[in-house]
């Protein structure tokens, strides 16, 4: 249960004054578990293209129930349109007002998911037009689905179509309830990179995966949700938290490794611990964080610093290392926490903001160093995450925070790590050089 | 030649050739939870507990959940009469194999060396491939000892089948049998305490008061510069709150040292020099060290940092004070040198598990006097000296504390380290001994070697 | 208009002064009647910013046979949420009286660990209000979240029955479950009770209800001699399943016959792996070697 106010506002009498009185009503999120249905209903695939007709057979395969139109008043699980061959804004009307149609059938914590092309690469200014319409589109859909339902886009870059490994990969993310928080957001599959898990369960069987920060909180988290998703995991934090790293890695089968990642040489002491103790390494997440904040009119340079070389500088330092190993080059994966103050920023966090943008910055730029090993490098943004870090802001200014987003509540901690484990997987080859974010479609600075 | 003492045999001609062939046994690594002082972190702590936190650490570190280890053995030395299982009972609270056997060993303060020493002999001989050894003591939660009148009452009670005879054997009952006895740490032969025993020796030494403390302070800069460089990281793991030896005292120094005033020997008058600066301090802790044949550790990719190449054991006979209590390893390390054909200029690294300050000056001292070593060693002059900026480099129990039987596993892991770290930065392989004197006149000491 | 908002309490409640009141609310519902209410209060109790006492800690895990590790036992959490949970039956607005209710039934779900140092929130609150063969039974959920945190790391829900009370427009349920006749297995491990059990684990729990401290105060209350804590029986079974279980799992308990102090009670613990190898589940029930009735049964999974 997310928080007392959902709670409350979801039980009898809550639920009817909160109505009265107008006040948010947040949804209790359906949440991944293993064995569920991917989605809670059919799936209704509209366009007429061949990549709509192509995806229609593919979910079919998947076992889902999909409908190439809505039959009326049947509840539905998922409306997918696929706009991949727009080439002027005339071409929405009809998906989109056949969408409209069945929206209201749509069941709580149902999907609505878009496939289209990237505007910049469009040839024609009717094209570019379509294409960018897509965004204002479905990020205006997102705040108006209810009850924990999301709608997320998927960006077709040229030389993929709606079947590319990492297209479905991201059709079946934004299906199930892995992505329960993520809403209004688009991912770019770039390339035809990728494979479609042979266990879907265990997406990550047989991968070994380096966890910062793994002691607590999100990182902690992270370590089980890949461990879930069967990865073998090295779980890294200060030597201060060892106990609770030791306690994390015997509940996940892992094995521990107290270290500080400021260190000069930690990147190659991760890097010989996996390979060392596990034969490989496949996936680095870098989650390790902190805040200090202060205005910047009274931030000191201890403050700045410890912040800037932490979240940033380290992360850089051990990707250096990362990049220079013969044992990172079999379709590696990095995944990098980012933040949503990062992008839009916030009040007293100069420095953490600062040091969230350098890792979206870091991401872009190293994506194309990655790409020649069948590797890549994402980051996710968590928005605002229920965690330990999150529970020092005051109480006020954090009740009003975890409501500012269309979902109208704050995330977990699971969140991130589903995300987390999404991009980390081989289903997502296709996806490089992103930013995720995990934050229910926040308001500011969408 | 006779010697009024414990003769070493000639290293030529030893009769090493007739000793079976036997493969290597090797430390993979360690971990110990920060030693804390007595009534600190830990007080409510059990041996248990803490040997349970111990192995706990050292499985998540080498991610041996589930596994079936071929033996564990631990021990401590103050010990309550239920812990007889002390650690059976500790690995079936850990996250190790239910089916993974043990013992128990008990061997004063050198029981942890002797639980390297015992299961690296099972490795070499084949019979196991895996091990943990360790151990584990606690000053705060030792066991209350009942007076003897109070323990002849309460049997005969058990006994008694009539209430008249219960009356009786109650009425037998004098207040002063109600007192419990502290456990002691003083010799039984001799009623001494160990301090005392060492301040005897301390004087017959003729070790000066500025010299302990220096050793002292050495092994708490020591100490705080191996925490600093991080050296622990990957030997430690927190519990209770504690992250780092709570007996440290970094900002220590000979002018504090100095102002400390001397608890034993004060009987001796002027030669009383040894304070609580320069003797360790009560301490709870527990470590444990993870041991391997080659082909265990290769099979689950473990690292190899150094193997158990040989150990000695020797005792002194102090009852009447022919040798200070804790000088048997004056007598261990040149028969252990001598079979296998080394001298102390081989070595790297020394860890003489500082029981006192003046212990380690005391052996250095009989080490290095030319008539000690032709009367009582047998040998044609002095043992030989040992270079002292190879000794006890990231400190030893002054500054880290000693819980008893905790002490030999924190030195092993250490030494084990910095023995592998050594051969990879000079690129030769690398040595080193490890010396424990402990209660009983006795002492344990060990060779080893990087890998 | 007033919003049903959760209570939010400064601190834990003292169970002491819920048990006092307690005693003076059922003396003065005999006086002046029962208002017959069958509404459950909908607002929740909360409490923020709990700290854990290591000596108590420790204490606890000493007396339930867990080992002194830094993680906190299922059974621990359960007795310091405890008061917060009774609070909530305390309120005037809870239609049962809280003294005499009986524990019927105990799951928890033990998501994540939860370490001393943490710092905890947690709330509590009833629901669930329905009938039973003889009487009324109602849930208490409690849910334990580490500070400020969303996520539950902890969610209790105890059962309990109030004897012999019915109330309007709840229906006794019309079939009785036919109980199974009980046979004992061979048992796997013999507990030795003393007549301290109670007041051992009041001191460590805090539940210092009379009826479990000596045989005057649980006669004050109708019972026969002194009866054991039934989340101290469960506790411990828990402790004897052993580590095997890991720090997330789940743990329920069905209570049967109340355990008289002093007593010997039999225990049986079963064990099942998957087909990898790795723990599944292990049921245990207990029983009283001489009469061969059955105390409780439950079982603790992986989850």
């Given amino acids: ?446 | 030649m006779s010697t009024d003492g414990q003769s070493t045999p000639a290293a030529e001609g030893s009769p090493r050739a007739s000793v079976p062939a036997t493969r290597r046994a090797v430390i993979v690594g360690a971990n110990r939870i920060p030693f804390a002082r007595s009534g600190g972190a830990y007080a409510k702590s059990s041996n248990q507990d803490m040997l349970t936190a111990a192995l706990d650490g050292l499985i998540a570190r080498f991610g041996l959940q589930d596994e079936r280890i071929g033996q564990v053995a631990a021990g401590a030395v103050l010990k309550h009469s239920r812990d007889f299982n002390l650690t059976r009972e500790a690995v079936l609270g850990s996250a190790l194999s239910a089916e993974t056997p043990v013992y128990d060993l008990q061997q004063a303060c050198a029981t942890g060396l002797e639980t390297v020493v015992g299961l690296a002999n099972k490795i070499k001989l084949g019979q196991i491939d895996s091990a943990i050894a360790g151990g584990v003591d606690s000053a705060s939660d030792a066991p209350v000892v009942v007076s003897e009148g109070l323990r002849e009452v309460v049997l005969d009670l058990h006994r008694a089948k009539t209430l008249p005879q219960r009356l009786q054997i109650l009425a037998r009952l004098r207040p002063k049998d109600l007192a419990p006895l502290a456990p002691g740490t003083a010799e039984p032969r001799t009623g001494l305490s160990m301090g005392e025993h060492q301040a005897l020796t301390t004087a017959q030494w003729k070790i000066p008061r500025e010299a302990q403390d220096e050793l002292a302070l050495n092994s708490h800069r020591n100490l705080a510069a191996a925490y600093e460089s991080g050296f622990f990281d990957d030997l430690m793991t927190p519990y209770r709150g504690l992250t780092r030896d709570g007996n440290l005292r970094a900002d220590t120094s000979l002018e504090k040292l100095a102002s400390l005033k001397p608890v034993f020997g004060r009987n001796l008058g002027a030669d009383a020099t040894m304070t609580a600066g320069n003797s360790t301090p009560l301490t709870d802790g527990a470590s444990t060290v993870l041991l391997a044949s080659d082909e265990w550790a290769d099979a689950r990719d473990l690292p190899k940092l150094a193997t158990v190449v040989d150990a000695e054991a020797a005792a002194v006979d102090f009852v009447h004070g022919k040798d200070g209590l804790l000088m048997a390893p004056v007598f261990a390390v040149p028969r252990l040198l001598a079979r296998q054909n080394l001298t102390l200029a081989d070595f790297d690294y020394f860890e003489i598990h500082e029981a006192f300050a003046a212990t380690v000056l005391s052996t250095l001292a009989a080490w290095e006097d030319e008539d000690f070593g032709r009367t009582r060693m047998g040998l044609d002059g002095a043992f030989g000296s040992i270079d002292r900026s190879r000794l006890n480099v990231n400190g030893s129990s002054l500054a880290a504390g000693h819980p008893f039987a905790a002490t030999g596993g924190r030195i092993v892991g250490t030494l084990a380290k910095m023995l592998h770290a050594k051969a990879a930065s000079t690129g030769r392989p690398a040595r080193g001994l490890v010396s424990v004197c402990a209660a009983g006149g006795q002492g344990v000491v060990a060779i080893l070697e990087s890998l | ?303």
């Fill in chain 3, 1 to 303: 208009m007033t919003l049903a908002q959760p209570v939010i309490l400064a601190e834990m409640p003292s169970l002491s002064k819920l048990y006092v009141n307690a005693a003076a609310q059922a003396a003065r519902r005999r006086l002046l009647g029962t208002h017959d209410s069958a509404v459950l209060p909908a607002e929740s109790h909360e409490v923020r910013g709990v700290r854990v006492g290591v000596e108590n800690l420790t204490a606890y895990q000493h007396l339930i046979g867990e080992t002194a590790s830094d993680v906190l036992p299922a059974g621990f959490i359960h007795a310091i949420a405890f008061p917060l949970a009774m609070s909530v039956l305390n309120r005037d607005d809870f239609p049962l009286p809280l003294l005499g209710m009986i524990h019927l039934r105990n799951s928890v779900q033990q998501r994540s660990p939860l370490v001393f140092t943490d710092v905890l929130d947690m709330t509590a609150r009833v629901e669930n209000l329905r009938g039973h063969r003889s009487g009324t039974q109602v849930d208490v959920v409690a849910e334990v979240r580490p500070g400020g945190s969303g996520e539950v790391y902890w969610r209790g829900v105890s059962t309990y029955l109030s004897k012999g009370v019915f109330l309007p427009g709840i229906d006794k349920p019309t079939a009785v479950p036919p109980r199974a006749d009980f046979q004992p297995p061979d048992p796997t491990a013999l507990w030795h009770l003393g007549v301290d059990t109670g007041r051992a684990y009041a001191a460590v729990s805090g539940d210092f209800n009379p009826i479990h401290l000596s045989v005057l105060s649980a006669k004050a209350l109708g019972m026969r001699r002194s009866i054991a804590h039934g989340m101290y029986l469960a506790s411990r079974a828990l402790a004897d399943v052993g580590p095997a279980r890991g720090d997330s799992f789940t743990w329920d308990v069905e209570f049967e016959a109340p355990v008289f102090l002093p007593s010997r009670v039999a225990l049986e613990i079963a064990t099942e792996h998957s087909g990898s190898g790795s723990w599944k589940h292990s049921r245990f029930v207990a029983w009283s070697p001489r009469s061969g009735r059955r105390h409780f049964s439950g079982t603790v999974a992986a989850l």
């Fill in chain 1, 1 to 446: 249960m997310a928080d007392t106010y959902a709670q409350l506002v979801n039980s009898g009498p809550g639920r009817n004054l909160a109505r009265k009185l107008g006040l948010p009503q947040p949804a209790v999120l359906r949440r991944y578990e293993p064995g569920q249905p991917l989605v809670a209903g059919p799936v209704v695939v509209l366009g007429d293209t061949a990549g709509a007709d192509k995806l229609a057979a593919e979910l079919l395969s998947w076992g889902l129930d999909v409908r190439r139109h809505a039959v009326p008043a049947e509840k539905l699980g998922a409306i997918i349109l696929v706009l991949d061959e727009l080439g002027h804004p005339a071409d929405l009307e009809m998906p989109v007002l056949a969408a409209a149609g069945s929206l209201r059938d749509l069941r709580a914590g149902g999907r609505v998911i878009t496939l289209s092309r990237p505007a910049g690469e469009a040839s024609t200014p009717e094209a570019a037009a379509a294409r960018q319409g897509v965004d204002g589109f479905l990020r205006s859909l997102a705040k108006e689905l209810r009850a924990g339902a999301t709608g997320n886009g998927v960006l077709l870059a040229d030389g993929t179509t709606s079947t590319s490994p990492s297209a479905l990969g991201a059709v079946r993310f934004f299906l199930s309830a892995r992505s329960a928080f993520v809403d209004g957001q688009f991912l770019m599959v770039s390339t035809e990179d990728g494979a479609l898990p042979e266990d879907v369960e265990r997406p990550l069987a047989g991968k070994v995966a380096v966890v910062t920060g793994a002691a607590r909180g999100i990182g902690a988290q992270i370590a089980r949700t890949l461990h879930r998703d069967g990865a073998t995991l090295v779980l890294v934090d200060i030597p201060g938290a060892g106990d609770q790293l030791a306690a994390v890695a015997n509940e996940v089968h892992g094995t521990a490794l107290q270290l500080d990642i400021t260190g000069a040489d930690a990147g190659r002491r991760i890097i010989d611990h996996a390979v060392q103790r596990h034969g490989r390494l496949d996936i680095v997440v870098h989650n390790a964080g902190v805040t200090r904040d202060k205005l910047l009119a009274n931030m000191d340079q201890a403050r700045w610093n410890q912040v800037i070389n932490i979240n940033i500088a380290a992360q850089l330092r051990i990707n250096q290392a990362l990049l220079a190993s013969e044992h990172f080059r079999s379709s590696p994966r990095i995944v990098s926490v980012a933040s949503t103050s990062g992008i839009a920023g916030n009040r007293g966090q100069t420095n953490y903001a600062a040091s969230k943008g350098g890792v979206m910055g870091m991401v872009r730029a190293s994506a194309p160093l990655l790409t020649s090993n069948g590797g890549t490098i994402n980051a996710v943004a968590p928005g605002f995450i229920e965690t330990d870090m999150t529970a020092r802001i005051p109480f006020g200014v954090r009740e009003v925070a975890r409501r500012l987003n269309s979902l109208q509540q704050g995330g977990l901690p699971s969140d991130v790590a589903e995300a987390i484990a999404f991009l980390a997987s081989d289903a997502a080859g296709g996806i490089n050089g992103e930013v995720l974010r995990v934050c229910g479609q926040n308001l500011v600075g969408a």
